[in-house]
């Protein structure tokens, strides 16, 4: 190699190792300091920008995770709130059962109100005050919404939270209109069997209920309010509806029936009552009044109830137009049948002995029909078909098959809130031990709600917690310094630039040989 004084290649090549140990040792004294393996793009153009969606996803986990832990929060202040109102609601059912019990005067059954009024006012109070950082949860206002539970647009988990407030909370009831199928009917004939078939005026139907789900039911003309309301409790699991059956029929304005014979009445009477499969013959003398031969009458009746299942009782305006009258019911719903009226005593020899006969809808309202039975002649039975009533936790809709083309009815729930519960009577009371029953219903249909979403949200908080660990973990090694691995890289780096200082000192001195050569 030659020996030059202008140019110095030992020097230059010295000076390029030690630039470049120098730069290694500035790299890893950075990556060091910082903890980075990426400070800046040069150092790692795609890993920078991996690295930084992954920070955005786990910095949006983290708020979701927030979030999340938020809504458990508000769903267990909303079922907290709640469990008050199971408790109120629970005894307001217990005032209920008391107040129908017939040892209560009417003055005990005010008292017991004014604790019912107070149970209500003290449910809305609940409702109304119930918050979550000033928003109110239970007074029907918060409605259906999102929990932001993920790092971007549009993952979220929804929330309803209905309102406990007592004009939303109670039952869902339709009660048949009367004339259709399935409502009160009343027919005469000749005979018992002929007079039970004349209630066949609409041919087989099926109906359509609506509830929490849909059920067809098919009914038979010759169904008994019983019967339907057996078939269509058998749809409950579907529909979530149940059903009761009444038959009642009013009994009035008994004619030609007296103890004084010599006005042409009859003195006694007889007649066939059924329920279609039991039947009892009945018959007395008349007293020579009006109210106690009714009496006697429901007294003869009610001796064999234990057969027919046909209870009676005297009335003093239950009859049309307020005269009195006879109530027979059945609570099962079966047909009341009377028969083969005749007269069973002396007088009465120009004239018929009769008797009106109403049925009533399920609510007590006397039916507009208004049939009348005589002794002699061709119309001496009346059978009368009762009526059914529908209730629910949840609105639902009752369709016959006829309406889906225009010629049917389509029979709608209608609301009883908490608020219309009234035990100051003995039949207030009862109805009022199923709206609470309802409200109950629609609570814990609330807490079950609020319950999963606190579930749910909790597994979420879980889920996106191991995101967060692995992503981090993914990100760690993408942009994290290995100090391990760095600290030789230093070292190395720390040797090369000593050693590269060295050297490059001595290649400096090269040139001076040449001064030895000019001596």
Known sequence: MALTVNSNPASINAQNKLSGATSGLNTSMQRLASGLRINSAKDDAAGMQISNRLTSQINGLNVAVRNANDGISMAQTAEGALQESTNILQRMRDLAVQSSNATNTTVDRKAIQEEVVQLKSELNRIADTTTFGGQKLLDGSFGSQNFQVGADANQTIG???????????????ADLDAGSLM???TAAS?????????LNTTADDTIVIDGVNTATIALGADDSAAEMAAKINAEFNTTGVKTDAKTTAVISNLTNFDADTANNAFDGISFELSNGTSTETISFTASGNANDDLQTLVNRINEVAATTGI???????????GIPSIILTSEAGDN???????????????????FDVSGTAYDGTLDATNTTVFSNGNTDSVAVRGSIQLDSTLA???QTSSAQTGSGNVDRSVELSIDTVDLTSAQGSQDAISVIDGALAKIDRNRATLGAVQNRLGSTVNNLSSIVEN????????RDTDFTQETAELTKNQILQQAGTSILA???????????LLG
Not at 471 to 478: E, G, H, T, V
């Open 396 to 398: 639902f809709s009752v």
């Open 159 to 173: 929330l309803a939270i209905n309102s406990a407030q007592t004009d939303d909370l109670g039952s869902a009831r």
């Open 183 to 185: 409502g009160v009917a």
């Open 190 to 198: 000749d005979n018992s069997a002929n007079a039970a078939a004349a």
């Open 311 to 321: 209870d009676a009782k005297f009335d003093s305006t239950g009859g049309p137009g």
């Open 506 to 516: 001595q290649a400096n001195q090269l040139p001076q040989a040449a001064l030895s």
């Open 471 to 478: 992503s981090s973990a993914a990100r760690s090694r993408i």
């Open 336 to 354: 009341i049948i009377i028969s083969d009226l005749a007269d069973d005593g002396t007088g009465g020899a120009n004239s018929d002995a009769t």
